[in-house]
DNA sequence: TAATAAATGCGTTTAATTTTCATTATCTTC
DNA sequence: GAAGATAATGAAAATTAAACGCATTTATTA
């Protein structure tokens, strides 16, 4: 009951839209998705669930620190899993595909920029938007 | 007529909407502003405008290059002249202060992990979030 | 200045997300 | 393990940012 015990530590009650929410992100190939990829995939496996429950959920996801939301160009916020171990993404804008990465370097500049303007840094977000093309540019948006 | 001119340029009619905005942009303190932020200093200035001018001429100047499109976590989006010299940000969490910086050495390290995941770069945005404690935090929200 | 082509404002519409509220499920305690 | 308290859910309505349709007005260009 891995899931389940997961639940418990954020005070949340255990209920199975949740249940099934994180286990979506688990179990899920890609790991970044919006409300909408998870209600769809959560009607195609037969649930009964109202979106509003998905909103509902994510948004208490993110405050329990169980899931990151990101605002890619798109609009639609997208979320996933929150590894704890930071990192950053680069996107296609071609097919939205989206791979992470963490360089040492630019984490390390950040910092001293924030520095150099009297601010102590608190987090921050980096996308590199880009084409893969000498990838498999066969994913679908 | 400096606003004139670069309207022209963009091939866009020249008209007192779209001539206003630009001042706005150009005069204001502030150099990141929302469509709403625009559409009540135009009312306050005693414009006749609706908002959906502004919308459209806002995406309008950004597809002419005038402007940069920003999507800050907020969720709306925000806007600033096009200074044509690339700049990323540093933002507070606490008044909402902007500040703008460019760090060769973060620049390089993206190309190069783009290259690493075997894409081309076409853009990308940093956000730096933090606390600016240090200074003048008197900005209001 | 007249003709034409584009821009405007208003109201409506859409898309994403949030809220309300009556019903239902979970947790806690006995 | 059932009862009561409390929180969660689903459905529908509300909100918010942004876009659109169209009749009217305005800028351009000849």
Do not use: W
Request: a negative charge; one cysteine or more.
């Amino acid at each position: 009951m891995e899931e389940h015990d997961e639940l418990k530590k954020t005070g949340l009650k255990v209920t199975l839209p949740r249940l099934k929410v994180l286990n979506i992100f688990e179990s899920s190939k890609e790991k970044h998705l919006t409300a909408e990829d998870i209600y769809k995939e959560m009607l195609g496996s037969g649930e009964e669930v109202g979106l509003a429950t998905i909103y509902r959920v994510l948004t208490q996801f993110e405050q329990a620190g169980l899931l990151i939301r990101h605002h890619f160009e798109s609009g639609k916020a997208v979320f996933e899993l929150n590894e704890k171990s930071h990192h950053d993404h680069i996107v296609c804008l071609q097919c939205g595909h989206v791979e992470e990465f963490v360089n040492e370097g630019i984490e390390k500049l950040q910092t001293q920029v924030a520095n150099e303007h009297g601010f102590t840094i608190i987090e921050h977000s980096l996308y590199i938007y880009g084409d893969c093309t000498k990838k498999d540019c066969e994913y679908k948006k």
